[in-house]
């Protein structure tokens, strides 16, 4: 029901009863994923979609049902060869369908307003509801904020935990926060009591986190291969290089942003996070030093440089000339990627990716069939980070400025 946050917060606002529909399950050649999501109104206003159309008559039913009687109901649709007139995808696919009522109960509309609200400010949310279990939970709904903090109706005299177990809301967030770091949308099964061991209960955990920023420097092959590698997982790509002649649409049509600037002083007034990652593709020190000399500062996930490791020694050198420290050194990926023998663009971007996602998981990148354990401690963000009017940026200037036409 997030993907339609900013239609249901105005519903919210209005003080309107309506049941909203989420597909909490998809397989085949399902039209629409986890996550998609249809509203009914008690005047019959309809928003959203959970199909191409196939069963979106029977859901508004369902909707009017649940809003009607008050219960939450829990619907699978697939296709049928039996009935060219029976309710089904005719593309094949088979989708879980909940609809939840959201109606006069100030509690429970208070707990789904906080939800669509942070979707709608793009902050990161988690809305997880139980779709199997007992009877009382079913339907019942914890939501999980990116820092941790939750709010939940799974019972009990506090609203947070069941009397029994006091443990079960706190590991529903817990799960759900997992799944909110990952950006995924899913079902995790859990047990009664709290544990996270299978048992009677399905959740349904659906995350709103705006897209990770991946920031690509220098306007070279490679970038546009690591380009395409970022978009398949999902990062808001950037590019940015100060050589315009090599900058454009034509070249990246797959990034988020082209942007024709000084790497330094993009990152510098660019917004960033602790799920960016800075990709530094220039392999020139008048690009790539005033540049780490500010991104190994930043709290960011992931920076990581191209270059052979002679480039990578007369890297350091001119950082550590420059005041950059061990400590933030320690931080840069270089030479970037993991060593795959890659050569081709193509290749050298699965390298590149593929280290994204070991630091992600705090992994070391070997092979699964290892017997060996190959986890490794994420290294930590510093805990100050320097902002680029620290660094004497007339220095950088005349340091970047001279000697490259474009």
Not at 29 to 56: F, H, K, N, Q, W
């Amino acid at each position: 029901m997030l993907d339609i946050a900013s239609q249901l917060t105005e519903w919210l606002a209005d003080g309107r009863a309506f049941a909203v529909a989420t597909v909490v399950g998809a397989s085949g050649s399902a039209p629409r994923g986890p996550g998609a999501a249809l509203a009914v109104d008690a005047d019959g206003t309809v928003i959203g979609s959970v199909s191409g159309g196939c069963v979106e008559g029977a859901v508004y039913e369902l909707c009017a049902q649940s809003l009607a009687d008050g219960e939450p109901i829990l619907e699978r649709f697939g296709y049928s060869d039996t009935d060219a007139f029976a309710v089904g995808l005719t593309c094949g696919g088979v989708i879980d369908i909940l609809v939840t009522p959201v109606g006069a109960d100030a509690r429970e509309r208070s707990l789904f307003a906080k939800a669509v609200q942070a979707a709608a400010r793009d902050e990161g949310v988690t809305l997880a509801r139980v779709l199997r279990g007992p009877r009382e939970l079913v339907g019942r709904a914890v939501v999980v904020r990116a820092e941790g903090a939750y709010e939940g109706t799974l019972g009990g005299s506090d609203g947070n935990a069941l009397p029994r177990d006091g443990g079960l809301a706190r590991t529903v967030a817990d799960e759900a926060r997992a799944l909110l770091d990952a950006g995924r949308t899913g079902t995790v099964e859990l047990s009664e009591d709290g544990s996270r061991c299978p048992g009677g209960l399905t959740v349904f955990v659906e995350s709103s986190l705006a897209a990770p920023r991946m920031i690509v420097f220098g306007s070279i092959d490679f970038a546009a291969a690591l380009v395409r590698a970022g978009k398949f997982l999902g990062y808001h790509v950037t590019v940015c290089d100060a050589r315009k002649v090599f900058t454009t649409r034509a070249r990246f049509p797959e990034a988020d942003e082209i942007v024709v600037d000084w790497p330094h002083r993009y990152l510098a007034r660019t917004a960033v996070d602790g799920r960016t990652v800075l990709c530094v593709l220039t392999h020139d020190s008048k690009f790539d030093v005033p540049l780490l000399e500010l991104a190994l500062w930043l709290p960011v996930a992931y920076i990581g440089a191209m270059g052979s490791r002679r480039t990578h020694e007369d890297r350091n050198r001119r950082l550590r000339e420059a005041g950059v420290g061990e400590a933030e050194l320690a931080r840069l990926r270089s030479p970037i990627g993991l060593d795959i023998g890659g050569r081709t663009p193509e290749e050298v971007a699965v390298s590149i990716v593929a280290e994204l996602v070991a630091v992600r998981y705090g992994r070391g990148g070997g092979p699964l069939s290892s017997a060996a354990d190959v986890s490794v401690p994420r290294l930590p963000a510093p805990a100050s980070p320097r902002h680029l009017s620290a660094v004497d940026q007339r220095q950088v200037d005349r340091r970047v400025d001279g000697g490259v036409g474009f």
